[in-house]
C-alpha cells in the first residue's frame, strides 16, 4: 500500500508563509491526492484537493487565496504552498489519497500573532 509522508511544517510568524510536501511511497499520477487540517479541539478539514490532471482544485474559504495546491508527479509529491499564514491557521496538517483512504502522519503548523 501507498504510503505518505508530510514535512514543511513548523513555528512561524503571522505574515509568513510555508510550503508543505507530501510525498508518496509509490507512484500517484492518476490519482488525486487532499489537504486537511485538525486545529486543537476540532475536528479534521478538508481545506484543499491537487486533482491529478492538474487543474485548479477545491479550496476551503478559509484559505483561499491564500493557499495553492499542486503536484509534481515526476517526484510523487503534493504540495501545499501556505501566504500570509494566520493564527487561526494553526493545526495539524494531513495529506490523504482517497483512493485508498490512506493518510499521512502530519505536519505540525503553529502561526504566532
Known amino acids: 500500500q501507498v504510503q505518505l509522508v508530510e514535512s514543511g511544517g513548523g513555528l512561524v510568524q503571522a505574515g509568513d508563509s510555508l510550503r508543505l510536501s507530501c510525498v508518496a511511497s509509490g507512484r500517484i499520477r492518476t490519482d488525486d491526492i487532499s489537504w486537511y487540517r485538525q486545529a486543537p479541539g476540532k475536528g479534521r478539514d478538508l481545506i484543499a484537493t491537487?486533482?491529478?490532471?492538474?487543474?485548479?482544485?477545491y479550496y476551503d474559504a478559509a484559505v483561499k487565496g491564500r493557499f495553492t495546491a499542486s503536484r509534481d508527479n515526476a517526484r510523487n509529491t503534493v504540495y501545499l504552498q501556505m501566504n500570509n499564514l494566520k493564527p487561526e491557521d494553526t493545526a495539524m496538517y494531513y495529506c490523504?489519497?482517497?483512493?485508498?483512504?490512506?493518510w499521512g502522519q502530519g505536519t505540525r503548523v503553529t502561526v504566532s500573532s
Open positions: 491537487a486533482p491529478w490532471t492538474g487543474l485548479t482544485g
Open positions: 490523504k489519497l482517497p483512493k485508498t483512504q490512506t
